[in-house]
Every structure is written in structure tokens, then in C-alpha cells.
């Protein structure tokens, strides 16, 4: 077995969205596994279960990182729109990449993450190191603030080889003034230096 970070999520006011809103939120969810498993050194397995629950499993490297790319990929699709995470880092193994025949520790540690998560919180580790531990309520806090807007800029800066703000002005049609407000506002690059500095750590306890 080797060692993931897996996280369990759901919609946060799935109830309320309608199918058509559920279904978007998946869609950006579904999508953006697959833009992880793009990064480099990633790996990542997706699947969606009944209802509004999802899981996912990528490198205990890329945790943090991941949680954050995911969190913006459902704030990007509405105002309000958001997802819970419990993540479990530890041992598991997926069987030809199908997460419902996964197992091992960390399984249940993501799905009891969620289960205990406090009232308000969207990200909980309980079980990871300290550092991750310490890292997810202020990034909790941040992500919180954002807007549909800000969370799409956020989305792409936080992956590990981002767009420069040129190329991301362009794709999201405004200027690269309004690009570095937005990303700014999101406190874009407090998270990256979090992700950079959590990554390094754990590369030099490998």
C-alpha cells in the first residue's frame, strides 16, 4: 500500500441547488480531478456516490494544494455554492483505480473527517501532521471570503505550474489589472506560499 491524501466531500446545500446546479458542481468537480491528475509527479482517482457525496485520492504531497483547487472549482460555479472536505492521510490501496473497491486506513480517516468536522468548517484533517493541521482553518477562512470571481482566478494560480496573469486575463476576457485584484483579494499568494512550504516539508521527509 502506499500513501495518499483522500478526501471525502459533499455539496454544501445540495438539498437547495436543484438537479441542474448539482449536476454543474459535479461537472467543475469531475473536471478539475482531471486537471490534477495533470500536475506534475500527480496521480488522482475520482468518483461521485449517491446523492452529493464525492471522494477523491491524489499524493499526501499535493493535499493541501488539491483541497484548495477543489474548494475554488464549486465556488467558481456560483455565488454560495461550496463543498465540504475531510481529508485522511495515510496507507490505502485502489484496485485498479476504482475508489469503491479502495481500502485502508486512510479511507476511514477521510470518512470519519467529514462525519466530525465542525459546524461552519468546510476542511478538516484531524489525523494528518501538524502542519496540515495548522495550515486548513486559516486557509478555511480565506476560501470562505471568496467570490465566484475571485475563486476562478484562485483556481488556476494554485495549481503548481500556473498561467501567467497575461495568459489567464485572456482566457477569462478582462484586464490583468482586474486579473491581479481578484487575486489579490483571494489572497492568492498567501495560499500558494502555504502550498509551496507544505510540499517542501513533506519532500524532505520523504
Known sequence: MRNWAVFTGDIVGSSDM??????????????????????????????????????MALPEILALRGALVLRAAVRATAKGRDTRIGIGIGSGQID????????????VQSGRAL???????RMSAPDAG??????LPLADRIVAGWTSKQAQVAQALLAPVPPTHEV?????????????KQADAAAVHAL?????IYEQTKM???
Open 18 to 55: 436543484g438537479s441542474d446546479g448539482l449536476s454543474q458542481v459535479f461537472v467543475a468537480l469531475e473536471e478539475t480531478a482531471g486537471s490534477i491528475r495533470q500536475w506534475p509527479d500527480s496521480t488522482g482517482h475520482f468518483a461521485r456516490f449517491r446523492g452529493d457525496g464525492w471522494q
Open 96 to 107: 485498479g483505480g476504482d475508489l469503491a473497491r479502495a481500502d485502508g486506513p486512510v479511507f
Open 115 to 121: 462525519d466530525a468536522m465542525r459546524r461552519g468548517a
Open 130 to 135: 501538524a502542519l496540515l493541521r495548522v495550515a
Open 168 to 180: 489567464l486575463s485572456k482566457a477569462l476576457g478582462h484586464s490583468r489589472q482586474m486579473t491581479q
Open 192 to 196: 500558494v506560499e502555504s502550498c509551496e
Open 204 to 206: 524532505q521527509h520523504k
